[in-house]
């Protein structure tokens, strides 16, 4: 038994919505591995429930996973917006949305993550918690654009930050993907303006709180 499957065994099970979204998303699309899946999935339901978030952020929705587990911890009233390119997927998060029962706490937007974030921005939103998980090239433009957007106290949450290994590598790849996220971590660990740690589950996620 590997490690992988040892965390899933002695983790709680997914719920039956959450089981039906991984195998419409195996079934559904060609990037299934994307998958946040239940370890990880369950970690944010419960750091979200923690922080009880009253307005929460998603860039990169995939299909509806992870929002679904983030909208689970958010306060009464709350709302999420996903935000998404792929319009490819929009009928599929949607349904998502709705067998979860959360169709009325969480919006989708379809579009260019750094278009729409400009357009939140001038729209004065602020969130308690943002979640990072889209591409990787631009993990530093998303921390630059969304930081003014997180109320002081409020988290960031960045996914795949260790990018298969290849971040602390002894000679880091120089492919966009990897050095946006090696960027992105130095970034973060030299902002005097937050605090930081990294988890190492799966392929690593950036726990980030704004001072």
């Not at 923690?50 to 009233?77: D, H, V, W």
């Not at 349904?95 to 993550?113: C, N, P, W």
């Not at 729409?116 to 990787?136: C, H, P, R, S, W």
Request: overall charge negative.
């Amino acid at each position: 038994m590997d490690l992988n499957t040892y965390l899933t065994n002695f983790s709680q099970e997914q719920d039956p919505v959450l089981q039906w979204l991984q195998k419409q998303t195996n079934l559904r699309t060609n990037h299934a591995r994307m998958l946040c899946g239940p370890v990880e999935g369950k970690l944010m339901e419960m750091l979200s429930g923690m922080i009880q978030p009253k307005n929460i952020l998603e860039i990169g929705a995939f299909t509806g996973y992870s929002a679904i587990c983030l909208a689970r911890g958010l306060k009464e009233g709350g709302m999420l917006d996903s935000l998404e390119l792929n319009d490819e997927l929009e009928d599929l998060i949607l349904q998502a949305h709705e067998r979860a029962g959360l169709s009325d706490k969480i919006t989708l937007h379809i579009g260019d993550a750094k278009q729409t974030l400009k357009t939140l921005k001038e729209q004065g939103k602020m969130y308690d918690l943002v979640f990072i998980d889209a591409n990787k090239r631009e993990y530093p433009a998303y921390y630059e654009l969304v930081f003014d957007m997180v109320r002081p106290g409020g988290y960031i949450l960045a996914d795949n930050v260790l990018w298969d290994g290849k971040v602390y590598q002894e000679n880091v790849p120089q492919d966009a993907q990897t050095q946006g996220i090696f960027k992105f971590n130095e970034i973060v660990k030299e902002d005097p303006r937050v605090e930081n740690v990294i988890i190492p589950l799966r392929d690593g996620m950036n726990l980030i709180r704004k001072k």
